[in-house]
C-alpha cells in the first residue's frame, strides 16, 4: 500500500497540471457575440467562467460574420449569453432562436441601457453600457454559482474602480474641449463623442453608410466641405472597413491638416476594455490639445 505522503504528493502534481482552481467541467460557460463583452465577462467571472467570443478577430469586418454549425454548438452549451441587440447582431437572435437550450441566461446589452432597432447600435462606447452589463452579469453569476458569489461581486467592484480614469478622461476632454466639431466615416465612435461633449456633424451621411446604401450627392459634399473649410477638427474612421470613399475623405482630411483617428468595433488583441478605451480617448485629448498650442 502507498503513503499517504506518495498520495498527496500525486494530487499536488495534478493540481500543478490543472492550473489549480475550478476544473474545466465545473466553470460556468459564458458566450459572448463581441469580444468586448467576453473581456467583461473574463474580468467579473475570473477563474471560474469559461469564456468564448464569436467576434474576435480585429482584423475582420464584424459586418460580414456569416454563423456556421460550430457558432450554433457553441451558443447551445452555454449557460450565460451576451450580446448587443439593436440590430448590431441580428443573426444572435436567430441562433437562440433555433438552439435547443432552454437553461441558459440572456443579457441583451440594448435592453439594459434602453436601446432599440433604429438607434446607433455601437452601444459599447456609451459610457453606461458596460457597467450595466457587470452588474447584470454579477448578479446571474451569483445565483448560478452562489458558492462564489462574494468572488463575482468582488470582481465587479474592482471593475467598476478601474473604470474611474477613464470617466476621468472623459470629463476633462468635455471640460477643455466641449462643443468641438468633428466628424466620422461611420457612427461608431459617436456615443462616446457625445460622452467628450464633442458636437458631431454629418450624422445623416454616417448613418447612410452605418445601413449600406449609398450617401447622396449632398451629403458627400457637406461631409468633404466640413474637412476643407477647417470646421471639423478630427476626423473619426471605422479602420476595420476601409473602402475607396473612405479613402478619399481620409486623403482629403490629410490635405487640410485634420487629425485622422481609426477607432474600432473589435477590441484590438493584446488589450482590455480598460487600455482600448483609455487609448482612444487619450488619442483625443492628445489631438485637440496640439491644435490649441
Known amino acids: 500500500m502507498r503513503s ?10 495534478a493540481a500543478l497540471l ?5 476544473r474545466a467541467e465545473d466553470k460556468v460557460n459564458i458566450v459572448a457575440a463581441e469580444n468586448f463583452y467576453g473581456d467583461l465577462a473574463r474580468q467579473i467571472g475570473g477563474s471560474h467562467v469559461a469564456v468564448t467570443s464569436i467576434l474576435a478577430n480585429p482584423d475582420d469586418d464584424p459586418h460580414l460574420f456569416e454563423t456556421s454549425p460550430s457558432t450554433a454548438r457553441t451558443i447551445a452549451d452555454a449557460k450565460i449569453i451576451i450580446y448587443n441587440g439593436a440590430d448590431y447582431d441580428p443573426w444572435m437572435d436567430k441562433l437562440l432562436s433555433a438552439s ?3 437553461q441558459r441566461t440572456t443579457i441583451v446589452a440594448a435592453d439594459l441601457i434602453g ?9 459599447w462606447y456609451n459610457p453606461a453600457t458596460l457597467p450595466a452589463i457587470a452588474k447584470e452579469l454579477a448578479a446571474d453569476l451569483s445565483k448560478l454559482d452562489p458558492a462564489n458569489a462574494v468572488h463575482y461581486q468582488a470582481n465587479l467592484a474592482k471593475f467598476q474602480s478601474s473604470l474611474d480614469a477613464i470617466n476621468k478622461q472623459i470629463n476633462d476632454v468635455k471640460k477643455a474641449y466641449g ?4 466628424t466620422a466615416t461611420e457612427p461608431v465612435f459617436g456615443y462616446m463623442a457625445d460622452a467628450l ?16 446604401t449609398e450617401p447622396s450627392a ?3 459634399a457637406a461631409f468633404e ?9 478630427i476626423l473619426f474612421y471605422n479602420s476595420q472597413v476601409t473602402d475607396e470613399a473612405t479613402t478619399r475623405l481620409l486623403d482629403i482630411a490629410k490635405q487640410n491638416k485634420v487629425t485622422v483617428i481609426g477607432v474600432t468595433e473589435t477590441e484590438p488583441t493584446g488589450q482590455t476594455i480598460q487600455s482600448w478605451f483609455g487609448g482612444q480617448i487619450g488619442d483625443v485629448q492628445k489631438a485637440l490639445a496640439a491644435r490649441t498650442q
Do not use: I, R
Request: glycine fraction near 14%; aromatic fraction near 8%.
Open 4 to 13: 499517504f505522503p506518495f498520495v498527496a504528493a500525486l494530487l499536488f502534481a
Open 225 to 233: 466641405n466640413s474637412l476643407k473649410d477647417g470646421s471639423a477638427k
Open 179 to 182: 462643443g468641438t466639431e468633428v
Open 115 to 123: 436601446k432599440k432597432s433604429g438607434d446607433n447600435p455601437h452601444l
Open 100 to 102: 435547443t437550450g432552454t
Open 197 to 212: 461633449g464633442l458636437k458631431m456633424l454629418n450624422y445623416d451621411f454616417q448613418v447612410t453608410v452605418m445601413n449600406d
Open 218 to 220: 449632398t451629403q458627400v
Open 18 to 22: 490543472t492550473g489549480g482552481g475550478a
